[in-house]
């Protein structure tokens, strides 16, 4: 109608205003009328429709979350108490992968209302705190709210991926979140300052020298790959309750005195000194500390129990040139001496083993890397002088790739109170050959020993210990429990269970890293 009323006004468009009929005008009125109320019932349609519509959206959104709330009460996890649950995600953030940015508790927060009411409601899963340039200042503090008032884990790291200017970012993310953080100073129990930029290294000591008192403050641990300085560390009374150090790749500062001024750092109730340096060559020197500096250290911290070295971090050069006119190192309070050299021929094992002195010490450990031949032997330096045992009170030994076929007897000998021994396959090997090929009597086949472990054992050597138990047994001695360590795959390896199922007619066998079943 519309179009013919157009048409008809086209067709009169050259005639005068006198010759338009107003039927014409009445009609296009009249057709007008009706487009604005049908135009009109279109739009309250339309808005009836948008509201259903509102309302149905409303409606599926609350139904779809009654039917994930429900899938998920019938999940066999939603059975479990929250506390198993809680115990279940403890587990898993404290197993995640260290410095990661996608952090597990925030994983779980997500997950649905309930995993978050429990997440968010407990304090020991927000209770490491990472600071990097790619973690918000926010995130920080939401953090620090949900973890309450437990101690914390401060964590300093690099950002994941390098790109020019990282290191001005990360500097001026520092001061901000440090910032943020500062009143939870008191809480702070453990440090850990991961980055290879030694400005960062220095700048982070500085900031935390200036927060001090660290009261709650136990553990440092650092690492740099790329510093190619000392190993800052707090001064004075700052850290008064620090029990551990543990430095990687970076050498410790040198003393301001011979005797490393225990005023200056914080060291005198130092329980637990960790040295890791990784790679053997040229590459490595940079993080070699100086003996002096080493010493010194020992001699500041009278209450050092722990002492655990990996690779070569201290370079005993001029004093092993020197060795008639070297002191002996004095570690009194010492308990635990861990020596893993990361090389069959350490430069300065046999002259560090030669020079400390540990009247107390209760657990010894020297594991070489897996390699052929067996590592350096040291079992002449074990006696002081020989026969008598320069470690005599130590009751748990463990030995990896040391001990030589000639040097069996000298390592038992060097023990002779050890009642928890582990041993490698290899170490194994030499022992229960000897044993069973001699009849002469040897301190380790006494009834003290309670506990024997044999990493990745091989069939012979089963055989061997299996004709040891029963010898011990004809002898009247208490047969010790028998662990039997990974990785085994038994399913790939049945003469391993025939074996171990021999062992376990004579004694307790545990299996550990021992796979039984047909799936990898």
């Keep these: 109608?519309?179009?013919?009323?157009?048409?008809?006004?086209?067709?009169?468009?050259?005639?005068?205003?006198?010759?338009?009929?107003?039927?014409m005008l009445l009609t296009l009125q009249q057709e007008v009328c009706a487009l604005e109320n049908k135009r009109r019932e279109l739009l309250v349609r339309l808005e009836e429709t948008n509201t259903s519509l509102v309302e149905v959206q409303t409606l599926l959104t609350r139904k779809t979350s009654q039917a994930h709330t429900v899938q998920n009460l019938l999940a066999p996890v939603s059975r479990l108490p929250d506390e198993v649950l809680l115990a279940i995600f403890e587990e898993a953030v404290r197993s995640q992968e260290q410095g990661q940015v996608t952090r597990t508790e925030i994983a779980i927060s997500y997950t649905s209302h309930h995993w978050r009411q429990v997440t968010v409601n407990a304090p020991r899963l927000w209770n490491s705190l990472c600071i990097r340039a790619e973690v918000p200042v926010a995130m920080l503090q939401i953090y620090l709210s949900r973890s309450?008032?437990?101690?914390?884990?401060?964590?300093?790291?690099?950002?994941?991926?390098?790109?020019?200017?990282?290191?001005?970012?990360?500097?001026?993310?520092?001061?901000?979140?440090?910032?943020?953080?500062?009143?939870?100073?008191?809480?702070?129990?453990?440090?850990?300052?991961?980055?290879?930029?030694?400005?960062?290294?220095?700048?982070?000591?500085?900031?935390?020298?200036k927060a001090a008192p660290l009261k709650m403050l136990q553990s440092i641990s650092m690492r740099s790959p790329g510093v190619c300085g000392p190993c800052p560390l707090l001064l004075g009374d700052s850290a008064p309750a620090l029990e551990s150090l543990e430095?990687?790749?970076?050498?410790?500062?040198?003393?301001?005195?011979?005797?490393?001024?225990?005023?200056?750092?914080?060291?005198?109730?130092?329980?637990?000194?960790?040295?890791?340096?990784?790679?053997?060559?040229?590459?490595?020197s940079h993080a070699a500390t100086d003996p002096s500096a080493f010493r010194a250290l020992i001699g500041s911290a009278p209450m050092l129990s722990t002492l655990e070295i990996y690779g070569q971090p201290i370079n005993f050069g001029q004093e092993r040139v020197d060795e008639e006119d070297v002191l002996p190192l004095e570690i009194p309070r010492l308990r635990t001496l861990v020596l893993r050299p990361g090389t069959q021929h350490p430069r300065d094992l046999r002259h560090f083993i030669s020079v400390i002195k540990a009247p107390t010490l209760r657990q010894f450990e020297l594991v070489y890397p897996d390699n052929a031949p067996p590592g350096q032997d040291v079992s002449d330096l074990l006696f002081d002088p020989f026969p008598l045992a320069r470690f005599p009170c130590v009751e748990t030994?463990?030995?990896?790739?040391?001990?030589?076929?000639?040097?069996?007897?000298?390592?038992?000998?060097?023990?002779?109170?050890?009642?928890?021994?582990?041993?490698?396959?290899?170490?194994?090997?030499?022992?229960?050959?000897?044993?069973?090929?001699?009849?002469?009597?040897?301190?380790?086949?006494?009834?003290?020993?309670?506990?024997?472990?044999?990493?990745?054992?091989?069939?012979?050597?089963?055989?061997?210990?299996?004709?040891?138990?029963?010898?011990?047994?004809?002898?009247?001695?208490?047969?010790?429990?028998?662990?039997?360590?990974?990785?085994?795959?038994?399913?790939?390896?049945?003469?391993?269970?025939?074996?171990?199922?021999?062992?376990?007619?004579?004694?307790?066998?545990?299996?550990?890293?021992?796979?039984?079943?047909?799936?990898?």
Excluded at 170 to 176: D, P, R
Excluded at 262 to 271: C, N, P, Q, W
Excluded at 442 to 463: A, D, F, K, Y
């Design 148 to 209: 309450s008032s437990i101690p914390l884990t401060i964590e300093f790291r690099e950002r994941e991926t390098a790109w020019p200017g990282a290191d001005k970012r990360s500097m001026a993310h520092l001061g901000s979140a440090l910032d943020a953080i500062s009143p939870s100073v008191p809480r702070w129990r453990r440090i850990v300052v991961l980055h290879r930029s030694y400005p960062y290294f220095t700048h982070v000591f500085r900031e935390l020298r």
């Design 247 to 284: 430095v990687e790749d970076m050498p410790l500062p040198p003393p301001v005195t011979q005797t490393f001024d225990a005023a200056r750092y914080s060291v005198a109730g130092l329980t637990t000194l960790r040295l890791r340096v990784h790679g053997m060559g040229v590459g490595s």
């Design 397 to 520: 030994v463990r030995l990896h790739n040391a001990v030589h076929a000639d040097t069996v007897a000298a390592f038992m000998n060097a023990f002779p109170v050890a009642a928890r021994i582990t041993l490698g396959s290899p170490d194994a090997g030499c022992l229960f050959e000897k044993q069973t090929s001699s009849n002469t009597h040897s301190p380790w086949t006494s009834s003290h020993i309670q506990h024997l472990t044999v990493v990745s054992p091989l069939h012979n050597t089963l055989l061997q210990m299996y004709e040891w138990l029963l010898s011990a047994a004809r002898q009247g001695h208490r047969l010790p429990i028998i662990t039997l360590e990974g990785p085994i795959r038994g399913i790939d390896n049945p003469e391993f269970l025939t074996q171990s199922s021999k062992l376990a007619s004579c004694t307790e066998v545990r299996l550990c890293g021992v796979g039984l079943s047909t799936s990898g």
């Design 1 to 23: 109608m519309v179009l013919n009323a157009a048409q008809d006004l086209a067709n009169t468009g050259s005639l005068s205003r006198k010759m338009v009929p107003e039927e």
